[in-house]
């Protein structure tokens, strides 16, 4: 039996993770995204949809104009590529975490990323809806997906590295 699976935005995260002058680690979210998931039952590993998608305007770095900059040509490209989008393809057992491989698309260039999985189980929450816990971490190169913005200080210092780490809290609600 097919079950649904939605996100729960008031319980989630989706961030990332930035080297700024190679020192030090600035932190950005998304203010707004989905994610759909089919299973059968209860067993993710059975997921046939994984479907996830964030919208390139809510990026927050807590500075506006470091997010303008994001958000425009250099970077994202928010008015011709409105969200980033990530379909699953298979989620798997490794040890004590699972695997999740899929398709990434930034400013429309879709590559396959392996992200990995903690997942943290299922419960009834007090108002008897079903949930499901994960947390998603993984890198990639943001020069992979055209996002090639480059300076370098006067004393030679990279400004923003090419590894982003991503990390998510996901809970998903059962429908």
């Known amino acids: 039996m097919k079950t649904k699976w939605?996100?729960?935005?008031?319980?989630?995260?989706?961030?990332?993770?930035?080297?700024?002058?190679?020192?030090?680690?600035i932190s950005g979210h998304f203010h707004s995204y989905d994610l759909e998931v089919l299973t059968e039952g209860d067993d993710f590993t059975t997921a046939s949809k994984i479907e996830f998608a964030a919208n390139v305007d809510s990026i927050s770095t807590k500075n506006e104009q470091r997010d303008a900059h994001l958000k425009s040509a250099d970077f994202f490209n928010a008015e011709q590529h409105v969200a980033i989008s990530f379909s699953g393809k298979r989620f798997e057992p490794n040890a004590d975490e699972y695997l999740l491989h899929g398709d990434l698309t930034i400013k429309g260039?879709?590559?396959?990323?392996?992200?990995?999985v903690d997942f943290g189980g299922i419960v009834a929450d007090p108002y008897n809806q079903i949930k499901a816990g994960f947390t998603v971490t993984g890198k990639i190169s943001r020069k992979e997906f055209g996002l090639t913005w480059?300076?370098?200080t006067e004393a030679g210092q990279v400004v923003v590295s090419d590894?982003?780490?991503?990390?998510?809290?996901?809970q998903l609600i059962k429908s």
């Open 6 to 25: 939605k996100i729960d935005p008031s319980h989630s995260e989706v961030q990332f993770k930035v080297k700024h002058l190679m020192i030090t680690t």
């Open 109 to 116: 260039v879709t590559r396959p990323i392996l992200l990995h």
């Open 150 to 152: 480059d300076a370098i």
């Open 163 to 170: 590894e982003i780490r991503i990390n998510c809290d996901i």
